[in-house]
């Protein structure tokens, strides 16, 4: 059974930086794609970023490009989404999901397996 365990959550001031943690277990890493949502009080679950098996193709959603980057090390069975140039509007919990799929893919929808979230809190 896959299992993701998120880490890297706290309060941060407008204009910090974060970096979360998502730790994958019970099957070959290797074999899924990586995403990050997030979630915030009464609203749906929004993409963030993704990254494909291997850690060769990205995507991001359009509001993310520049500020966010998402990153893989196969070694440790971990995916990393690095955020800048934090806003209150960032303020969520902070979701890792994995997508067992074909090499190359990045999806946005259709994640296999979730982590429990992290929260992020942007505020001075």
């Known amino acids: 059974q896959v299992q993701l365990a998120e880490s890297g959550g706290g309060l941060v001031q407008p204009g910090g930086s974060l970096r979360l943690s998502c730790v994958f277990s019970?099957?070959?890493?290797?074999?899924?794609?990586m995403g990050w949502f997030r979630q915030t009080p009464g609203k749906a679950r929004e993409f963030v970023a993704s990254?494909?098996?291997?850690?060769?193709?990205?995507h991001y959603a359009d509001s993310k490009k520049g500020r966010f980057k998402i990153s893989s090390d196969n070694a440790k069975n971990t995916v990393y989404l690095q955020m800048n140039n934090l806003t209150p509007e960032d303020t969520a919990v902070y979701y890792c999901?994995?997508?067992?799929?074909?090499?190359?893919?990045?999806?946005?929808?259709?994640?296999?397996?979730w982590g429990q979230g992290t929260q992020v809190t942007v505020s001075s």
């Open positions: 990254i494909s098996r291997g850690g060769t193709v990205t």
């Open positions: 999901a994995a997508d067992w799929t074909v090499s190359g893919a990045t999806p946005t929808t259709g994640y296999d397996y």
């Open positions: 019970g099957d070959t890493f290797g074999r899924y794609a």
